[in-house]
């Protein structure tokens, strides 16, 4: 069982920047494929960033890539989200999940767990 708590979300304008944090409880964090979602009021959940275990292979989506950068601590059983250059349909609920596959993952039902999410808007 894993538990994901996400943070960092908040209210940003257009072009600035947040660093959303995922805290995992467990102590096999280090196993787990992370990744992040986002829901957008009235849309499905769509695909943002993953990262494999050990960090070294990391997906985008085509509308982040170049914006945002997916990383984790397994020290700190943490993964982190840099978000730069923020625009407004960048605007959602983002959430962290864990996959217990070892391959980088875009479906949600991929996912094993999830985080309660986290708002992120950005304004124009």
């Known amino acids: 069982q894993v538990q994901l708590v996400e943070s960092g979300g908040g209210l940003v304008q257009a072009g600035g920047s947040l660093r959303l944090s995922c805290a995992a409880s467990g102590r096999t964090f280090g196993s787990y494929t992370m990744g992040w979602f986002r829901q957008a009021p009235g849309k499905e959940r769509e695909f943002v960033a993953a990262i494999i275990r050990g960090g070294g292979r990391t997906s985008y989506a085509d509308s982040v890539k170049g914006r945002f950068t997916i990383s984790r601590d397994n020290a700190k059983n943490t993964v982190y989200l840099q978000m730069n250059s923020l625009k407004p349909e960048d605007t959602a609920v983002y959430y962290c999940?864990?996959?217990?596959?070892?391959?980088?993952?875009?479906?949600?039902?991929?996912?094993?767990?999830w985080g309660q999410g986290t708002q992120v808007t950005v304004s124009s």
């Open positions: 999940a864990a996959d217990s596959g070892s391959w980088v993952e875009a479906r949600p039902e991929g996912y094993d767990y």
